[in-house]
């Protein structure tokens, strides 16, 4: 211990020194790449808010501040046509989460609680049928949805967008329930309560986050919905947003409503994001849920 | 006492499933089933009731259209690069995010954004900004001096390709990087700590000890992106809506069915795809266990 060189003290101080400097600027540049990923990411968004508040030859300087002028929106919201598809939007979203849900938490029980030998294949068969592509099943669908009389009505959207949502739903759910101890509900076994009371009066009041976030990710998807929405529905009183957006033009291709459209998008987009904004965390949950434990 | 147990609980277990399976059976199990037996047949959407068998013909005849291949072609292309990029570009964000940042949990919401942007609506915010005349991204081109005239980024059959990837990597990289985030965190400190000390260089600890660990994840990860990436349609269809230079197979595929009517060829086209996506599947799950047991062999 006493054999130290003498040299060393100096050369420590020097290389702490250095050492703090490279710490300095190895920083800078971690904050510089994220700024960078965050003006990536962010950027497209915040210019269309611009755009959108901007009025006629405004609209072509690229001034990177918002002109605060909401003709658009205010002719957005006089627009009927697009009102409706607002509210149809918000009814199918709605329907298909809460329809999908109900299905998903019965099946999740099952499939994370009760031992039963067939389980392996019936979980495989519901990965299956969500990674399938959805034009597979259209012509089938087109058949189903003529047969039920739904065709173009909202709610056939609701019953096509089953499809995607209850494989989604039914997985996530699973693994969240097996999340939960099973210590929870023994004293229930051991007094021979039945599966479905433990399920609505054990796990269901402790699965409200699970249930939220859940939700949320079956609500985006059924917002977001392109391909069934413009295939199942003929007229423009009963489409969705995304469809009614896609389907916007001008009069003329000179005339192309920029505004307009960044206007729609804005406001169709504005309560995704503050919902994801506010359950960020469930949402990461939930999105790794159902991907990496599976 | 136990066998009945175990027989009570399995019929539970399918009283509770019965919901489910009832709705998978109705909108899945059976179109499926419809549009195989469709794709046998000559049917027209005007008239779905009125048809006869014409055995593998429509097979055959979505063979012998070009359009089919070159939609075939280009979706190859958008999956394989627009995923091979989100990879990269989402390894390495989240291996940015992972560093001790100020304000970490406010920049992993930001990046959430994107994701959950409507397609349509992303599609439109970049046709905006991609726009010849007055798009930000050419003034901005312009102003810096690196072009003279906007480049038409939309309307040029070589651009439009990349473009329709750059919208899809802008969207969907957060996805990548939410799952190869979480797939980090999962990778215990004490070992980096450990090799830290040893004096291991940076790249070294990522190429030998934090890539490794994160397969897995990653591999999951990509499996997702391709298949996702493999059935796009509406990104391309709000785009370019049937120009070939993007047409994916699902757009061949629904343009036959839909906008011409024939519901036999549309169904054997729709066939074709799921073909297609389940040889893809089937190759990626055979990868990635080779992967695992190569692992677990050294």
């Known amino acids: ?294 | 006492m136990s066998v009945k147990l175990a027989r009570a609980d399995r019929r539970a277990a399918w009283l509770f499933m019965a919901p489910m399976i009832a709705a998978m059976l109705v909108v899945a199990v059976w179109p499926l089933a419809r549009t195989f037996y469709f794709s046998f047949t000559d049917a027209y959407l005007d008239d779905p009731t009125n048809f006869s068998l014409v055995g593998i013909d429509n097979f055959l005849e979505v063979l012998d259209d070009h359009t089919w291949w070159i939609a075939t072609r280009n979706t190859l292309v958008f999956a394989s690069i627009s995923v091979a990029i989100e990879t990269v570009l989402g390894l390495a964000i989240a291996l940015l995010i992972n560093q001790a940042i100020p304000g970490r949990g406010l920049v992993r919401a930001a990046i959430l954004v994107p994701w959950a942007i409507p397609v349509v609506v992303a599609t439109k915010i970049w046709e905006w900004m991609l726009n010849d005349q007055f798009g930000v991204l050419n003034q901005m081109l312009i102003a810096l001096g690196l072009v003279d005239h906007g480049i038409a980024w939309t309307a040029s059959g070589t651009l439009i390709m990349g473009v329709v990837i750059f919208i899809d990597v802008w969207m969907t990289t957060p996805f990548m990087v939410l799952l190869i985030l979480a797939g980090l965190q999962m990778i215990p400190g004490e070992i980096m700590e450990a090799a830290e000390v040893d004096g291991i260089p940076a790249w070294k600890r990522f190429w030998s000890i934090t890539l490794p660990l994160l397969k897995p994840a990653i591999g999951v990860a990509v499996l997702f992106r391709v298949l996702d990436a493999l059935r796009m349609f509406d990104l391309a269809y709000v785009l370019a809506a049937s120009s070939e230079q993007v047409m994916t197979v699902s757009i061949y595929a629904r343009n036959r069915l839909i906008s011409f009517q024939e519901l036999g060829i549309g169904s054997a086209a729709s066939t074709w795809v799921f073909l297609l996506v389940a040889f893809i599947a089937i190759l990626i799950i055979g990868v990635l266990r080779l992967d695992r047991a190569a692992g677990e062999a050294a």
């Open chain 1, 1 to 294: 211990m006493t054999d130290i060189p003498l040299t060393l003290p100096t050369r420590r101080r020097r290389s702490s020194a250095s050492y703090r400097l490279e710490r300095r600027l190895k920083k800078g540049a971690l904050m510089v790449a994220v700024g960078l990923v965050l003006v990536y990411t962010l950027f497209p968004y915040y210019w269309a808010i611009v755009s959108s508040t901007k009025q006629g030859a405004a609209l072509y300087r690229d001034t990177f501040l918002p002109a605060l002028d909401f003709t658009y929106y205010r002719a957005l919201f006089e627009n009927t046509v697009f009102l409706g598809s607002l509210v149809n939007s918000a009814f199918v979203a709605t329907s298909t989460t809460a329809l999908s849900l109900i299905l998903g938490i019965s099946a999740a029980y099952a499939l994370g609680r009760i031992d039963f030998p067939q389980r392996r294949g019936v979980l495989l068969a519901i990965l299956m049928i969500s990674i399938f592509p959805q034009v597979v099943v259209l012509s089938g669908m087109f058949e189903l949805i003529n047969w039920l009389g739904l065709y173009n009505r909202p709610s056939a959207l609701v019953v096509t967008y089953l499809l995607a949502t209850v494989p989604f739903t039914t997985w996530i759910l699973t693994t969240f329930i097996r999340e939960f101890p099973r210590e929870l509900e023994e004293a229930a076994i051991i007094d021979g309560c039945s599966h479905f009371r433990i399920l609505t009066k054990i796990l269901l009041p402790l699965m409200g986050p699970s249930l939220a976030s859940t939700g949320i990710l079956a609500f985006i998807l059924a917002w977001n919905e392109f391909l069934f929405a413009l295939t199942f529905i003929l007229t423009d009183e009963n489409r969705t947003v995304p469809v009614a957006i896609g389907l916007m033009g001008g009069n003329s291709r000179y005339e192309y409503p920029f505004a307009q459209i960044m206007a729609a998008s804005v406001t169709v987009t504005l309560p995704l994001i503050i919902l994801v904004l506010i359950f960020q965390r469930r949402i990461v949950a939930g999105l790794t849920a159902g991907a990496v434990k599976g």
